[in-house]
Nanobody, 121 residues
Framework: VQLQACGGGLVQAGGSLRLSCAASGRAFNRYAWFRQAPGKEREFVATIRWSSGSTYLANSAKGRFTISRDNAKNTVYLQMNSLEPEDTAVYYC?????????????????WGQGTQVTVSS
């Protein structure tokens, strides 16, 4: 089982980035994005249920971020617009078999490596 996250980078405030998370080895029911800033705990950003495409976003992400999936590519995306310096963090994708909305780190068993997002002011 492997979750491969990519797409991070350096962007100016107000800019956009799209993160990708490609899953191989298994089909999961739910995927999520979390982020962890230096000195802070890992926090929930967004989640999507694979079968229905239904999504749930953290308040900090609503209106700016979109989580989506591509069935053919078995890939989940996080489109991030209107980025702010406060969005600077390592972003992680996660997956599990639960069909309910889960926003906790402990709720996901499978994790990809992080991808760094840096937003300059």
């Amino acid at each position: 089982v492997q979750l491969q996250a990519c797409g991070g980078g350096l962007v100016q405030a107000g800019g956009s980035l799209r993160l990708s998370c490609a899953a191989s080895g298994r089909a999961f029911n739910r995927y999520a994005w979390f982020r962890q800033a230096p000195g802070k705990e890992r926090e929930f950003v967004a989640t999507i249920r694979w079968s229905s495409g239904s999504t749930y976003l953290a308040n900090s992400a609503k209106g700016r971020f979109t989580i989506s999936r591509d069935n053919a590519k078995n890939t989940v995306y996080l489109q991030m617009n209107s980025l702010e310096p406060e969005d600077t963090a390592v972003y992680y994708c996660a997956a599990d078999y639960t069909i309910t909305i889960v926003t906790t780190v402990r709720g996901y068993e499978y994790w990809g490596q992080g991808t760094q997002v840096t937003v300059s002011s």
